[in-house]
């Protein structure tokens, strides 16, 4: 019943853009903090970005500053990552997240590849 269903990884060149998108069903979307994660190759699973429930506010891993842009659109439970100036580090699994500490839940997409090469 809860799903969240990822789209939009795929191939890029450094220096290229990509935009992630994660639909969101089977809760109520608005009140959630909702995150994007990344697992590159023989790495541990790090936070890229989160944003607040509202939109209002947001966090970024550091390598990703400047770079990566997380928004969501409450009205259509849909949230997006942004990637712009994209490096051969970048190259991962990314995954949305939705987490509210009160009741407790924590959803996970299936995630989706991004692979940087020239």
């Known amino acids: 019943q809860v799903q969240l269903v990822e789209s939009g990884g795929g191939l890029v060149q450094p220096g290229g853009s990509l935009r992630l998108s994660c639909a969101a069903s089977?809760?109520?979307?608005?009140?959630?903090?909702m995150n994007w994660y990344r697992q590159a190759p023989g790495k541990q699973r790090e936070l890229v970005a989160r944003?607040?429930?509202?939109?209002?506010?947001?966090y970024y891993l550091d390598s990703v500053k400047g770079r990566f842009t997380i928004s969501r659109d409450n009205a259509k439970n849909t949230v997006y990552l942004q990637m712009n100036s994209l490096k051969l580090e970048d190259t991962a699994v990314y995954y949305c997240?939705?987490?509210?500490?009160?009741?407790?839940?924590?959803?996970w997409g299936q995630g989706t590849q991004v692979t940087v090469s020239s």
């Open positions: 997240n939705g987490n509210s500490p009160w009741p407790g839940n924590d959803y």
């Open positions: 944003i607040s429930s509202g939109g209002g506010s947001s």
């Open positions: 089977g809760f109520t979307f608005s009140t959630y903090i």
